[in-house]
């Protein structure tokens, strides 16, 4: 059973069970299932892999890294980064579901020697200091409260020179964010900071800016080019919408109407530990 309400917020009992199904239905070989296959379903944030693949390339892997996912949701990314990368991930995730699929799908793809996969808070890492090469955390923050432990604690375990990406939602200046949303339903548990908050706590717990991107432009392109293919072929049978429960379509939509109407920014921020 969830213990907290961001665990409750991201649950739904049956995620494994939905993501074969729909598989199924789209036609994928769940005997012989290729990593591939699980793109459009576990890339749980705008944009999806292509997303995933710009954040990967921003921290230059080799294939000797540790890498640490922060938040990492039923393990799209780390697949991703493991698969192309070809190095270790650790990805930890408050959501025990989230958890349990993630191992379940890293067999199915036989990525599991490759990720190991942790139940831990953001906030309190079970790792020792200086564990990893490089780390990212992608639209975790938002649900977030005590930024300057979740920040602390990635640059914590980082080795020093140890690369760190944020990808996440900011807030805007277009006025209240809509809800509900991926991350809440109604604003409970929705901690948005500015960028300029974001980068003045990243600054506060050692972290050297390296780049900020405004990601705005290539997630506004991306929702355009999604509703006209929904316009053209009706909805999709595979999407990460399975991950977002029974309002999925209300909470992609404000997604989509805070993210146009300048509510909320999407910004990535790589940075270093020195
Ligand atoms: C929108 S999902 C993103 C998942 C993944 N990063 C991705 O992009 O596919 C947000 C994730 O953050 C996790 N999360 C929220 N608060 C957390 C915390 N304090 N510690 C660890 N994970 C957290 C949730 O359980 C959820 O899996």
Redesign the pocket.
Known sequence: MPDNE??TH?SRGDLYQAITGALEAAGKNLANLQPEDLDPVE???GRGVAATAELAASLEPLPEHEILDI???IG??ARYVARTFGCRMTG????QE?CQVARRLNQAVGLADQIRIEQA???ALPFNDGSFDAAYS???SM??ADKAAFLGEAHRVLRPGGAFALSELALGDGGEVLYPV??SSDGVHSYLLTEQQTLEALGQVGFSVVSVQDNGPALRQFYQAQREVVRRDGPPKLGNFILMGENAKEKARNAARNLEEGRVRAIEILCRRD
């Open positions: 961001v665990e991201y890339h749980f944030h938040g990492s949701g799209g990314p930890i995730d408050l959501t989230f808070s953001a906030t992608q639209n975790v649900n977030i991926p991350w």
